[in-house]
């Protein structure tokens, strides 16, 4: 199993600005998941796109995978201060094993 | 529909003392189970993961243990609590595969005080 690596690890941003955020990863994948938590929660699932698959959107959402460099990024459009959280990708392999790097800190000022 | 149910929400035990955390899914058969542990502002460790009942895979050694009575229990156990216990515990499910494009269904989580 692997673990994707975020990047930056905090973001901040003022409401109405995009945010975009990246995740890097070292071997071959079946799909790339991205999940976000509110502070003191469980995590939610936002998009999921599969290894041939270039851009997925899902509302303000927008992911990009590039299976060549290996790293997919997560666009957030005309954010809101209830986007403030931190953003996790999850590789999805062969593995059971399901690992998060360490996240990047969204911070999104009213 | 699924659901995960996740408790007590918060703990504060004292060091040496026993734990048990418990995690259900309902509407659902057969689901992938994995405890995970974040400590405050840091990503998710994954602590065990079980693909049935009375299988588990340890992915750290530590204090800590699990178990899986049933389909659809998860249980996160300690016979004697550290300080470095601490943290927020996650439980959460998937169906099948995680190659099969399947999502994780997070429980919302219990915060533990070790002190």
């Known amino acids: 199993s692997q673990q994707g690596e975020e990047d930056p690890q905090a973001l901040s941003i003022q409401e109405g600005e995009n945010a975009t955020m990246n995740c890097s990863y070292k071997?071959?994948?079946?799909?790339l998941q991205w999940y976000r938590q509110n502070s003191g929660r469980g995590l939610v699932h936002l998009i999921l796109?599969?290894?041939?698959?270039r851009e997925k959107h899902s509302g303000r959402l927008r992911v990009t995978l590039d299976t060549s460099k290996k790293s997919s990024s997560l666009l957030i459009t005309a954010s809101r201060a209830a986007d403030t959280a931190s953003y996790f990708c999850w590789l999805g392999d062969s593995s059971y094993k399901l690992i998060f790097g360490s996240g990047t800190r969204l911070l999104v000022r009213p | 529909s699924q659901t995960i149910h996740q408790w007590p929400a918060t703990l504060v035990q004292p060091v040496g003392s026993p734990l048990s955390l418990e995690c259900t899914v309902e509407g659902t058969s057969n689901p992938n189970l994995y405890w995970y542990r974040q400590a405050a502002g840091r990503g998710l460790q994954l602590l065990f993961y079980?693909?049935?009942?009375?299988?588990i895979s340890s992915e750290v050694p530590q204090n800590l243990s699990a178990s899986r009575p049933q389909d659809r229990q998860f249980i996160l156990s300690s016979k004697k609590l550290l300080l470095s216990d601490s943290g927020f515990y996650l439980c959460a499910w998937s169906v099948g595969r995680t190659d099969a494009n399947e999502k994780l269904f997070f429980g919302s989580g219990t915060q533990l005080s070790v002190l």
């Open positions: 079980s693909v049935g009942i009375g299988q």
């Open positions: 796109i599969r290894s041939n698959e």
């Open positions: 071997t071959s994948i079946n799909n």
